[in-house]
Nanobody, 129 residues
Framework: DVQLQASGGGSVQPGGSLRLSCTASGFSFDTYAMIWFRQTPGAKREGVACFSSRNKSTWYADSVKGRFTISEDNAKHTVNLQMNGLKADDTAAYFC??????????????????????WGEGTQVTVSS
């Protein structure tokens, strides 16, 4: 079966770090881009980062650029999100999703999640003093 399972969330102080992981099964990272989204209650789901194995390209939301790094470990069938310099505004449930194509077709708008049909369960990230 095609499945995604996210893990690694937790509670940290501002400026701290967390590493999220998404374990995939049933498909190859070479044929689909992998994307991290986040969502807070009552808010729209927003794209955070994307990784394309085909062309080794990445995409980041402006709000996390320079602080977050997305990567893939093909041997372990995982996509990771290293989050450094965490801020209170980063508090959200984080989800991994499979893209429609092998490219990162991200616009940085709420339209980015439409059409995606493979998702992992959310993992909560809380940043507070």
């Amino acid at each position: 079966d095609v499945q995604l399972q996210a893990s690694g969330g937790g509670s940290v102080q501002p400026g701290g770090s967390l590493r999220l992981s998404c374990t995939a099964s049933g498909f190859s990272f070479d044929t689909y881009a992998m994307i991290w989204f986040r969502q807070t209650p009552g808010a729209k789901r927003e794209g955070v980062a994307c990784f394309s194995s085909r062309n080794k390209s990445t995409w980041y939301a402006d709000s996390v650029k320079g602080r977050f790094t997305i990567s893939e470990d093909n041997a372990k069938h995982t996509v990771n999100l290293q989050m450094n310099g965490l801020k209170a505004d980063d508090t959200a449930a984080y989800f991994c999703a499979r893209g429609i194509t092998a490219d990162c077709l991200m616009t940085g708008t709420v339209n980015d999640y439409y059409g995606l049909n493979v998702w992992g369960e959310g993992t909560q990230v809380t940043v507070s003093s």
